[in-house]
């Protein structure tokens, strides 16, 4: 098969389809490291609530805001309980991103942060 042949598939009528949408356009992440918490911390799926010295980081992928939690310098990262997030465009993953960091400075068993007019 032909270089052509292998990556485009024929829409109906034998005419090619477009290529999928370039996925580095439908995708962004942030990290936000050192953060102290406030007292209580940040909930976790896994183990609960975690605090001290934390780490944020947040992925936007299919629409949604995937935020996650670890101890600063660990391997271990945990989900942020209540995430993923809706988030229709990167914009508001980003704003999500941030709630995410205010919330875990103010403590008190940080959840998953609503994405912005929700």
Do not use: F
Not at 8 to 23: C, I, V
Request: hydrophobic share 35%.
């Amino acid at each position: 098969m032909s270089e052509q042949q292998q990556g485009a598939a024929a829409a109906p009528g034998g005419r090619p389809t477009e290529p999928p949408a370039d996925p580095r356009a439908s995708w962004a992440t942030w990290t936000t490291q050192s953060i102290i918490s406030g007292p209580g911390g940040v909930t976790t799926a896994e183990v609960g609530p975690i605090s001290g010295d934390l780490t944020v980081h947040t992925t936007w992928v299919d629409g949604e805001a995937r935020l996650t939690v670890q101890y600063t310098g660990a391997l271990d990262w945990y989900t942020v309980a209540g995430s993923p997030v809706p988030a229709g465009d990167e914009i508001t993953a980003r704003a999500i991103h941030q709630a995410m960091v205010n919330a875990v400075k103010a403590g008190r068993g940080a959840g998953a942060p609503s994405a912005p007019g929700m």
